[in-house]
Nanobody
Framework: QVQLVESGGGLVQPGGSLRLSCAASGVRVDYYGIGWFRQAPGKEREGVSCITRSGGTTDAADSVKGRFTISRSKDKKTVYLQMNNLEPDDTAVYYC????????????????????WGQGTQVTVSS
């Protein structure tokens, strides 16, 4: 089982930056791919950016390409989401989630693939 704790959310002005962190703990977290998802009020949850256990990445949301970057620490226990040039439409609760993977797994941000979820961190972009 994997436990996930998000941090780094907050209030930021349009054009600003935030870095979210997802701290993973439990049994062999290096066997797991991690994804970032978000849910805005009144909207469905959407995949943002995901990374495999091997380091392959994908940006699921076209709106974040070129602005958000996902990365993972060397010990595989922390996954970051660097968010630059933030826009009001980025306002949402951001969640990280984990799925067990084989070594050759391809990246996916399909939320049904992810089994373990954190509690979420609020990101608000407003002037």
């Amino acid at each position: 089982q994997v436990q996930l704790v998000e941090s780094g959310g907050g209030l930021v002005q349009p054009g600003g930056s935030l870095r979210l962190s997802c701290a993973a703990s439990g049994v062999r977290v290096d066997y797991y791919g991690i994804g970032w998802f978000r849910q805005a009020p009144g909207k469905e949850r959407e995949g943002v950016s995901c990374i495999t256990r091997s380091g392959g990445t994908t940006d699921a949301a076209d709106s974040v390409k070129g602005r958000f970057t996902i990365s993972r620490s060397k010990d595989k226990k922390t996954v970051y989401l660097q968010m630059n040039n933030l826009e009001p439409d980025d306002t949402a609760v951001y969640y990280c989630a984990a799925r067990r993977e084989i070594l050759s797994a391809t990246t996916t941000c399909a939320s049904y693939e992810y089994v373990y979820w954190g509690q979420g961190t609020q990101v608000t972009v407003s002037s």
